[in-house]
């Protein structure tokens, strides 16, 4: 206890450096999650999801690929999707392929990781999520199930804005739409990442700080084994895609190949246990257990195969990722960090977000 505590300031001084390389990124992302809330109709995700066939599970796999909402926004959207005839099947495939990414977290991925895996990584969510679809939709097939009602109130599953925020009327004129998304994005939506945001870049500064390289080489010597520790450890975290790439990245640092950090970006913003109760009532029992191990078999056979992609291409997985110190605190970087940290508070000024609902 007393060496962690004599390490709180390399915790904040690793943590700070994070948080510079990252939220020029950051604010680059929300802003055009912002447009796409702007300028998406509202109905767009509802009107190509109906239906059981492949086309509505290849749409909503594709659809939920840059749509900024997070674990929990994406629940009561996919209730709402439920109610108006979307198939389990297209459902399971939103409910993993809009939470695990998003244009956010792609450009945070960029920033942290590499350019390889900011594209593999929605790649792969955009399989993984057409493979859970399908395994849903023909798992239905099997003997009679019975349906189960949706809940009845899914909003209870989240008290932030971004569960609530697809309620709100669309402006007609452009730069109405334009102030309604930028005022989304960097209200409602930031509200509901920011914190977990913050709470991963200080996570990704314990582990800098605490893990030596050595200890990751102990703890992860086997490949499948380090995979399978990484998924263990996503389970339990409630964070969104964003706020996991900040801790993948900190593994990574220390040795963890991108297939182990793939695998744990991929499983924990999907399967988080807060919302696997309300996942089981939206598909059912069954179809939720198909849902489970979709995920599993395709995070584990993309984390392989991005090994042997970073093998291919000549780079060694165990030093794919490297990161300057605070030679790279540039003017730009510590404005981006400053402004982020305020526009965070900002989104919990009280009463704020009830004035917009209303």
Known sequence: MQDVLTRIPQILDASWAVLLETAPFVLLGFFVAGLLKAFMPDDFVATHLG???????????????????????VLPAAAGLKKQGAGKGALASFLISTPETGVDSIAVTYALLDPVMAVVRPVAGFLTALAAGVAVSASEKFGAVSEEPAPEKPQSTCTSSCCCSHK???????????????????????????????????LAGTISALLSPEAIERLFSNELLTMALMFAVSVPLYVCATASTPIAAAFALKGVSPGAALVFLLAGPATNAASLTVISRLLGRR??????????????????????????????????????????????AIASALLLGLLVLRSYLPGRHESHRH
Not at 172 to 177: E, I, L, M, S, T
Request: aromatic residues 8%.
């Open 287 to 332: 179809a939720t257990a198909v849902y489970l191990a979709a995920i599993v078999v395709m995070s584990f056979a993309a984390g392989m195969l991005v090994n042997h992609l970073y093998a291919l291409l000549g780079l060694d997985i165990r030093h794919w990722v490297s990161r300057g110190g605070h030679e790279d605190a540039t003017p730009l």
């Open 168 to 202: 709100k009327p669309v402006q007609k004129g452009p730069v109405d739409k334009l102030k309604a998304g930028i005022e989304f994005a960097f209200g409602d939506l930031l509200k509901d990442v920011g914190g977990w945001l913050f709470l991963g870049v200080l």
């Open 51 to 73: 239906g059981n066939g492949f086309g509505s599970i290849l749409k909503a796999s594709a659809i939920g690929v840059p749509i900024p909402l997070c674990s929990c926004g």
